[in-house]
């Protein structure tokens, strides 16, 4: 049989990863009637006997049960809990400790660290945290990803967008995924910052007003910075007009989202040391924009 | 002043919490657009928007950090997303109006009690 996605993620994430750090804890010569009042007002039903750093035991809701049933609340915790106590390791993979989970119906179980110290606690609902945190990060950076081809010729890198029209959702991505490539390259931030903003706005203009989408090309050279964003359509009418801040064609649910404000094309202009736009109704649009790379350039 | 003094001062509550920082000025805005076109340094975003652009937004023009206001509830799609960028991120249930003064009051006596010097 295949593994699958989920098994494999369960294989590769380890227990520390999943366990909660905090952890709440008894002392084996406390008295059962504190360990019921410290695991009501922390709400586990729980927890590990600790004397001197070292995990001696673990005291739960069934051993305070039985205690009340006796009349010896006040007995110690020593005399409740149970001495063997099942355990996971920080390192193991949290397959090894789902499988102990359905195997022993526990609702938690303590984790050990290296030295056989107490490092946490895992239960259930935090391997399920653990899993949707890092399926959230594995789409984002699959999102990320997705939205951009990268070819580097000559020491010049090129990264290549495509912007689907009307897909708000994903407006931004090709903004956040340039600003961090060029972060990683050492890029000046205040000129990394107005690459940002244009491209953002090339974006979010290919999204609200392209026929078909439409395509932005970034080139990092060694001097400049180059974007040239293209579409085949609807085209400008009037290139003045919708360079003018405030001016806009966009409808009033675009406007909702909060774009269409009329500010795109000045923006970019704004942010750009050189800026072309040539366009032609029922033809297209492109934008020719460039960022010069002043200052001292990154070590090669 | 610091981020925390921020959300101490709207009363707000933290969606995704990060390290304290330094604001120096706030960009208040419904319109992302207008956020797109600021030249602030070392900022935060006061906003109505609650759709994962509001983070992007933040990404692209280097927000320190993100409240929105009226308490609207952000979806888990702009939860997720400040969480996975690391962008702090916060909710008041005052109105525009009312966090822009109340933030704008703590960071001018915060500012004046810095440099003496007056407008």
């Known amino acids: 049989m295949e ?22 804890t008894v002392q084996p010569d406390q008295t059962m009637r504190h360990a019921q009042q410290v695991m009501r007002e922390a709400r586990v039903s729980g927890m590990p006997v600790v004397e001197h750093d070292m995990m001696v035991g673990i005291v739960t809701i069934e051993d305070i049960i039985k205690a009340l049933d006796h009349g010896h609340t006040d007995e110690p915790v020593r005399a409740w809990m149970t001495r063997d106590v099942v355990t996971v390791e920080a390192r193991w993979p949290l ?62 890198l090129r990264l290549e967008f495509d912007v689907a029209g ?6 931004g991505l090709a903004s956040v995924r340039l600003k961090r490539e060029l972060a990683s390259r050492g890029i000046d931030p205040t000129i990394a910052r107005r690459v940002a903003i244009a491209t953002h706005e090339a974006e979010t203009n290919l999204i609200i007003h392209s026929s078909h989408g439409g395509r932005i090309v970034a080139d990092l050279e060694a001097d400049s910075i180059r974007l040239v964003v293209t579409d085949d359509g609807p085209g400008i009418e009037d290139i003045d007009r919708a360079l003018t801040p405030g001016f806009s ?27 072309e736009i040539k366009s032609r109704p029922g033809y297209g649009t492109r934008l020719n924009v460039r960022f010069e790379l002043r200052g001292p350039s990154p070590e090669e | 002043m610091l981020w925390s003094e921020v959300l101490e ?27 797109l076109a600021t030249d602030k340094e070392q900022f935060m975003i006061l906003t109505g928007q609650i759709s994962p652009q509001a983070i992007r937004t933040a990404l692209t023009v280097g927000a320190l950090g993100v409240v929105v206001v009226r308490g609207k509830q952000p979806p888990p799609e702009t939860v997720g997303l400040a969480q996975n960028y690391g962008v702090p991120l916060a909710v008041t249930d005052l109105k525009m109006f009312e966090a822009c003064v109340a933030v704008g009051a703590r ?3 915060s500012a004046s009690s810095k440099n003496s010097s007056t407008v």
């Not at chain 1, 593994?3 to 380890?14: D, Y």
């Not at chain 1, 935090?126 to 081809?149: C, P, T």
């Not at chain 1, 009307?166 to 407006?171: K, L, S, Y």
């Open chain 1, 3 to 24: 593994f699958s996605f989920v098994e494999e993620l369960v294989h590769r994430l380890k227990v520390f990863q999943a366990m909660d750090k905090e952890v709440v």
């Open chain 1, 95 to 156: 397959s090894r400790a789902m499988s102990l989970f359905e195997r022993t119906r526990f609702g938690r179980l303590p984790v050990m660290d290296e030295d056989c110290l107490l490092a946490g606690v895992i239960t259930p609902e935090s391997i399920l945290r653990a899993l949707l945190v890092e399926l959230n990060r594995l789409l984002a950076q699959d999102e990320e990803r997705e939205a951009a081809r990268a070819s580097v010729d000559g020491g010049a």
């Open chain 1, 166 to 171: 009307g897909d708000f959702d994903r407006a």
């Open chain 1, 249 to 275: 064609t966009a409808s009033d649910f675009v406007r909702n989202l909060g774009f269409g404000a009329g500010m795109g094309l000045p923006n970019i202009r704004r942010c750009a040391d050189h800026f």
């Open chain 2, 9 to 35: 001062s709207l009363g707000a509550r933290q969606l995704v919490e990060g390290a304290d920082f330094e604001v120096q000025s706030v960009a208040a805005a419904d319109l992302l657009s207008d956020i």
């Open chain 2, 107 to 109: 960071l001018w006596s």
